[in-house]
C-alpha cells in the first residue's frame, strides 16, 4: 500500500512545510525539540465515508507500468483535520497570528494534492497553562478519493489517496 490514512497526517504536515508553515503531526514516535517559533500541529480528528458508484465501482485505469488495465474501486471521504497552532507564551499573541494567516494563505490557494478545502475555521488563542505556550485551535475539512486497486484476479493490490472530482 503506497498511501492510506495513516500517511494522511504527514501528507497535510509535508505540503504546509513546503508552503513555509513549520508543521509536525501530532503524537510522533520520537521526542519533539522545544522551538521558539509557531508550530502548526497536525492531527486527524475525523474521517467520514460515503459510497461512490455502484458497490463502490470507479472504472478501469490502464497502468503503463505494468502494461495491464486495473479495476478501481472507492469511497469519498471528508477528512477532518486539527491544525492547531502552539507558540510560546511570550508576547501578545501576534506570533500565532501571524502563523494563521500564513496557514490559512497555504490553505485557501490550495491544498495537498488529491484534497480539496471544503471548511476552514479556527477558535480564540488560548494559553495552554501546562505547556507554558498560546494555543490556537483551527480546523479544515477536506474533501478526497480514497482508492482502491485489483490485478485481474480481484485480489486489491494497492490503497491511496486520489483527488476529489470536481462537483
Known amino acids: 500500500m503506497r498511501e492510506g490514512l495513516e500517511h494522511i497526517r504527514q501528507t497535510m504536515a509535508d505540503y504546509l512545510n513546503s508552503r513555509g508553515v513549520p508543521a509536525v503531526t501530532a503524537w510522533p514516535m520520537t ?14 480528528r475525523g474521517c467520514r465515508v460515503v459510497d461512490a458508484g455502484f458497490q463502490n465501482y470507479l472504472g478501469e485505469r490502464y497502468d503503463r507500468d505494468s502494461g495491464r488495465w486495473e479495476e478501481r474501486y472507492g469511497k469519498k471521504a471528508e477528512l477532518t483535520f486539527g ?40 477558535g480564540q488563542t488560548v494559553r495552554d497553562g501546562e505547556g507554558r505556550r498560546l494555543r490556537r485551535p483551527v480546523e479544515a475539512v477536506c474533501t478526497a478519493w480514497l482508492c482502491a ?6 485480489a486489491f493490490i494497492d490503497f491511496e489517496l486520489r483527488g476529489a472530482v470536481k462537483e
Open 31 to 44: 521526542p519533539r525539540q522545544e522551538r521558539e517559533e509557531a508550530v502548526t500541529v497536525v492531527s486527524l
Open 83 to 122: 491544525l492547531d497552532i502552539f507558540a510560546p507564551e511570550k508576547g501578545d499573541g501576534e506570533t500565532v497570528q501571524r502563523a494563521f494567516d500564513t496557514l490559512a494563505g497555504a490553505l485557501l490557494l490550495g491544498g495537498p494534492e488529491g484534497m480539496q478545502l471544503r471548511e476552514f475555521s479556527c
Open 149 to 154: 486497486v485489483t490485478d485481474a484476479g480481484g
